[in-house]
């Protein structure tokens, strides 16, 4: 039989201790939503600072190896595919100088380089030096005042190069050039200096028509005689 010590003890062990309860589902359910609600989003990554027609745009690849975070490259094709036609953009003509500034968007395909195509007439184009994946613009020397041409920018990688719309088989001229599309057409005006020479010209040649017929009206008709006053003075005989 217990003594009283022990009796005591039992009695405040057994109905002053809180006995522990057994957890729920429902328990489960609401730790997992607080564990749910205290989690961080992921966070999305930002599209790289990259425009197909900035002049030495740095390659989509290198600015996400620099940036302190990956960033978004835009798609691109495959590299074993030739790349799309790039888009042509402005064509500035400096006629004073014989030159244009040719400025040209990259398409959307994996480039090694670009090279330009210009018709001038003849059978066959002349093929300008090879440039960089990084380069958007070019210029062109050696253009005739008032001439005519075809400029086209085609892009290369190791599976081929962009087509060109040629006319035939004989690559005389550009058969279709559409808005957007890789080829321009280029028309020199005149050099200034030209035609403010001509202009000269033709001012200084009516200046001299117009000083002969004041000679022959004034000095001349009186020496050599006129038709019409010869035949009034024999009438006037008569």
Known sequence: MLGPPCLLWFLVVTF???????????????????????????LSAAPCDYDHCRHLQVPCKELQRAGPAACLC???????????????????????????????????SPVLLYWLLLWDGSEAAQKGPPLNATVRRAELKGLKPGGVYVICVVAANEAG????????????????????????RLVVPPNPHTLVHAAIGVGMALALVSCAALVWHFCLRDRWGCPRRATARASGAL
Do not use: N, Y
């Open 16 to 42: 002053l201790v809180p006995r522990g309860q057994p957890l729920t589902p429902q328990d489960f359910e609401e730790e997992e939503e607080d564990e749910t609600e205290t989690a961080w989003p992921p």
């Open 74 to 108: 835009p798609g691109l094709s495959s590299p074993a595919q030739p790349p799309d036609p790039p888009r042509m953009g402005e064509v500035r003509i400096v006629a004073e100088e014989g030159r244009a500034v040719v400025h040209w968007c990259a398409p959307s």
């Open 161 to 184: 190069a962009s087509p060109v719309p040629e006319a035939g088989g004989e690559g005389r001229k550009v058969a279709d050039i559409r808005p957007f599309g890789p080829c321009s």
